[in-house]
């Protein structure tokens, strides 16, 4: 299997992202042409598309904030600005993750490694602290009759049920926080929860200040 690129997502990349998103999360409404155009207008240096042999194959997007002007109980729609990114602070210390995906024919493949390898890059080369980010839980709906949904992330990282997704973060070196309800009301395998998950920045000075990388720094 050729090996995925990662470079910054274009405008010309809009409507076959949508198409892509759409595939991915049927269920899901997907972003509007809009709101991609403002979330590159506001902060390209984190929107990522991967490419295998010159094909789209998977999307991470994500904005800069102060973590304590949100904390625990928010939804996507509040910390993303309802997909805007006009919650975007260039002066935070976190890097937010607001959307990944990948091509379900190319999961498997190292694509999603190579776009939170690119996320940890933007990281380090803003000298930002950490990434946080909110992960689906799609397979809690079929143990939701059973267990709460902080019992079932603690069984995925206990290794005594599979979850795509945390299953997945675990493995990329995040560490799980804890579960943000309503996060996605709209997602119903995860019944609307999410995990919380962090990755430290090994390399981060706090003596610094954060670093705004040009459009074309990578």
Excluded at 93 to 99: C, K, N, V
Excluded at 115 to 134: G, T
């Amino acid at each position: 299997m050729p090996q995925a690129t990662v470079r910054h997502t274009r405008f010309d990349d809009i409507e076959p992202l949508i198409a892509l998103q759409q595939r991915v999360y049927p269920d899901i409404p997907s972003w509007s042409a809009e709101q991609m155009r403002h979330q590159l207008e506001v902060f390209p240096q984190g929107q990522l598309i991967a490419e295998v042999e010159g094909q789209l194959a998977g999307c991470a997007s994500s904005l800069v904030i102060t973590w304590d002007d949100w904390g625990e109980h928010h939804t996507w729609d509040e910390i993303t600005a309802s997909g805007s990114f006009e919650s975007h602070n260039p002066m935070g210390r976190t890097l937010y993750g607001a959307e990944v995906f990948v091509n379900p024919e190319l999961r498997g493949s190292g694509v999603g490694h190579a776009l939170y390898e690119a996320r940890r890059d933007i990281c380090r080369r803003m000298n930002l602290k950490r990434i946080i980010a909110c992960g689906r839980m799609p397979g809690y709906h079929r143990f939701a009759d059973r267990m709460t949904a902080e019992e079932y992330a603690k069984r995925v990282i206990w290794g005594d049920i599979s979850d795509p997704v945390l299953g997945f973060q675990l493995h990329e070196g995040f560490s799980y926080c804890g579960i943000v309800h309503g996060y996605l009301p709209e997602d119903a395998e995860s019944l609307g929860n999410a995990s919380l998950i962090v990755w430290l920045n090994p390399d981060y000075d706090p003596g610094a200040a954060t670093r705004i990388p040009e459009e074309d720094d990578r």
